[in-house]
Each structure stands twice: as structure tokens, then as C-alpha cells.
């Protein structure tokens, strides 16, 4: 058997879409967007999720008509070439590569934080790299089975908290006073990493066993998350008052406090448990289908490209991927690697992953209707790149020299073959 078995269906791969798109954001930005802007904090999130609709309709019209294990990096070499596509797969693999440690280590500072035991802020991030990986050498459908589970534990847990906060303390209604242009746009950008997580589900699109309900999945997880984060966000205008120094540090805990008394700390520390478990399960699957994908079309070492009979599975990939990250994140854990660089710099990569997504749209889909998706996409990734300033800007500047350099050594002639001795000599 050659290639990935097309195992997913459509109720597990949108499970497998909430998991990798809800992770550590929905742990902290809540809670600072709340601080920062009181009960005016909804205005900064429903820009972001209106806005993102156009670049989630590129994802999704690619990946129902390209549906690759190499996800942006394919469409990018079918847009533009082969030195295009190099650089979106180096890049998507940089970001994957510095976001999913520093999700893991975020639920290490959450379990220290609440059970007490400083060692678990190393040694939770750790552990869940170390499962995740074990789960993605079982295959697809096992861990497509996990991202069940843990997903609906995780909305099970919020819902919880949010209905009983509101039952308890009453509605309160969000704020339509207009904050400072400057204050609103910083939140703002922040808020966007919230939704982001789109086109790191595309590396798994090639197992889908209908790639046509690809477009489907993505609309079905788009309403749940912003359905999860407006019911956090009432839960917080409800029981938590805006000045609460806990909000940039624990908001989910300091809700569940207001909301459930003494069952707080056990339930937030259940709660992080599930969120960050089932997005780094589902980001290592993805982050090994890429690098499989990057490697069976050359981009990569072979060797990385090799899949187990039995199952279609790429192990060898999934080893890799689960190595260089569980080492990346013993370095975030312990102060050894910048912690916030790995967020800055996944965070921003993400955006110029949708900018290429958007663009690659562009080009494939022709002229008419397609046109207009294109330019909102673009008004969306110029103006995150402005708000968000010199670390976005850097990360489109990596973009540019990534690709300058392939399309150099792209040009470059191979070496030519030293002439073979005639036997005339």
C-alpha cells in the first residue's frame, strides 16, 4: 500500500479541526482583552472573526479541490512553482515547530500554577509531547478518536462554567462604547491568534475520506469556536470585574472560582488539561503530515516520507515531529529558550501562512467573485501586519529571504557528471 489511507470523516475531522484551532489562546486572551478594554472587550473579537471568514473560504475551496498532506506548501508550487512552495512548507514547519511547545509549556504553567508543583511546568509539557506522539504512531483514527473525546470534555467543562456564572451573577450586556483606536487595534491583533489554526487542519485533508465536506467542516468549527468564546466572554462581563489582576494570568480559573466555589481549581485544571491535550494531539498529527508530504515531494529528506504498510501511517515523520518538539519544549520550559519568542514567531507566521493561502486562492480560482475574496483577504493580512508591527513584518521578511534563497538554489546548475573512461584508454 502507498500513500495515506483516507480514514477521516467528516464528524471526526471537525472534532480534529476544533482541536487544533482551540489551544492556549482561549487560556489567556479572554482574560486580557477583558482587562484591557472592560466590557467593550467583544468588539476586538467579533472584528477578528467576521474579518477571518474570507481567508477560512480560501483554506477551504483549496483544500476541497487540492486536498494535500503539504497543505499550504502544495498550493503555493501549484501557484506559483516549486520555489514557492519550498518556502510555505519551511515556513508552516518553522511555525508549527515553535507553536505547538509553547502551547504545551503554557498547560505546563497552568498545572504548576494550580496543583502546587513546580516541576510540572516542565514536566507537563513533556508528557502530553510524549503521548501525543505515541497516539499519532497509532494512526489516524486512533487519534482522531482521542480529539472526540477530549473535545467534548472541553466543551462540556466551558459550557458548564459559563451557563452557571451567568445563572449566578446575571447577564450582563456587552458595552458598545468605542475604546481608543490605538488600544483597540493591540487587543486586537492579539485576538486574531484566537483564530488561528485553519491551515494547519489543512495537513490532514489528504486522509479525508470526502474532501468535498471539507467546506463543511470548516464552517461547523468556525461557528462552534466563536460560539465558545462569546459564552467565556459573558461568563467573564458577568462574574469577574475588569480590574482583576488574575485575568492576565488564569481568566478561566478566576471564572470557574465565581462560578463554581471550591470546584473551581479542580475543574479550570481538568478544563486546561483537555484544551492543551487535544490541540497538541491533533497540531503533532498535522505538523507529521506535512513533514511527510514536504518530504515525499522532495523538499525534505526521504527517508521522512516513508509510511507503514499496515495502515498508511508516516511514523517515521511522526517520530521526528515528536522528537524535535519535545526537545524544544524541555528548552521553553526551563528558560533555556525565549518562551514568548515561540508564540511571537508562530503567531506571526500563521498570518503570512494565510497570506499565501489567500493568495494561491487567487491565482487558482481566476477571475470574478474569487477576485473580491481575494482583496478582502489581503485588507485583513495588510492591516494585522500594520497593527501587529516590527514581529509581523520580521516574520514576512523571513518569508522573503526563505524564498529568495530557494529561488537561488533553485537556478543553480547541477553539477555535471565527470566523463566516464572510454575503454579506448
Known amino acids: 500500500m502507498s500513500g ?98 509553547a502551547t504545551a509549556v503554557t498547560g505546563g504553567r497552568y498545572a504548576a500554577r494550580f496543583s502546587g508543583l513546580p516541576s510540572l511546568t516542565w514536566l507537563f509539557p513533556v508528557a502530553v509531547l510524549v503521548v501525543a506522539t505515541v497516539i499519532g504512531c497509532l494512526g489516524t483514527s486512533v487519534s482522531g478518536k482521542v480529539q472526540v473525546g477530549l473535545v467534548l470534555g472541553l466543551f462540556a467543562l466551558v459550557t458548564c462554567i459559563a451557563l452557571v456564572a451567568l445563572g449566578a451573577h446575571g447577564v450582563r450586556a456587552p458595552s458598545t462604547a468605542l475604546p481608543p483606536a490605538g488600544k483597540l487595534g493591540g487587543v486586537l491583533t492579539a485576538v486574531y491568534v484566537a483564530f488561528t489554526g485553519w491551515e494547519t487542519v489543512a495537513f490532514t485533508f489528504e ?79 498535522a505538523l507529521s503530515r506535512l513533514v511527510y508530504g514536504m518530504a515525499r515531494d522532495g523538499y525534505l529528506p526521504g527517508p521522512l516520507a516513508r509510511i507503514r504498510d499496515r495502515d498508511g501511517n508516516p511514523v517515521t515523520s511522526v517520530l521526528a515531529a515528536g522528537a524535535v518538539l519535545t526537545l524544544i519544549a524541555l528548552l521553553g520550559s526551563t528558560g533555556v529558550m525565549s518562551f514568548r519568542l515561540l508564540f511571537v514567531l508562530s503567531g506571526g507566521i500563521y498570518f503570512v501562512l494565510y497570506g499565501l493561502g489567500a493568495a494561491s486562492y487567487a491565482k487558482l480560482a481566476g477571475p470574478g467573485a474569487p477576485v473580491a475574496v481575494a482583496v478582502l483577504c489581503a485588507a485583513t493580512v495588510i492591516a494585522v501586519t500594520v497593527l501587529a508591527g516590527p514581529s509581523m513584518w520580521a516574520c514576512w521578511a523571513l518569508l522573503a529571504a526563505v524564498w529568495a534563497v530557494t529561488a537561488v538554489l533553485a537556478r543553480r546548475p547541477a553539477p555535471a557528471e565527470p566523463e566516464r573512461e572510454t575503454a579506448d584508454r
Not at 18 to 41: D, F, H, K, N, V
Not at 228 to 243: C, E, H, K, T
Not at 267 to 284: D, E, F, G, H
Open 4 to 101: 495515506l489511507r483516507k480514514s477521516l470523516g467528516g464528524a471526526v475531522g471537525t472534532f480534529l479541526a476544533l482541536s487544533t484551532i482551540l489551544g492556549s489562546g482561549m487560556m489567556i486572551l479572554p482574560g486580557t482583552s477583558y482587562q484591557e478594554l472592560g466590557r467593550s472587550a467583544w468588539l476586538p473579537w467579533a472584528v477578528a472573526a467576521v474579518s477571518v471568514v474570507p481567508l477560512l473560504y480560501c483554506y477551504a475551496w483549496l483544500g476541497r479541490r487540492h486536498p494535500s498532506a503539504a497543505g499550504v506548501a502544495h498550493y503555493s508550487e501549484v501557484a506559483f512553482g516549486r520555489s514557492a512552495g519550498r518556502s510555505a512548507g519551511l515556513l508552516a514547519v518553522l511555525a508549527l515547530v515553535a507553536g505547538i511547545p
Open 207 to 285: 486522509e479525508h475520506k470526502r474532501p468535498d465536506a471539507i467546506p463543511r467542516i470548516f464552517a461547523a468549527s468556525y461557528v462552534i469556536v466563536v460560539a465558545l468564546y462569546g459564552l467565556v466572554l459573558l461568563g467573564l462581563f458577568s462574574a469577574v470585574d475588569p480590574g482583576d489582576k488574575a485575568l492576565g494570568e488564569a481568566p478561566l480559573l478566576r471564572l470557574a472560582e465565581r462560578s463554581l466555589g471550591d470546584l473551581g481549581r479542580p475543574v479550570t485544571l481538568a478544563l486546561v488539561v483537555a484544551a492543551i491535550a487535544a490541540n497538541v494531539c491533533a497540531s503533532v498529527l
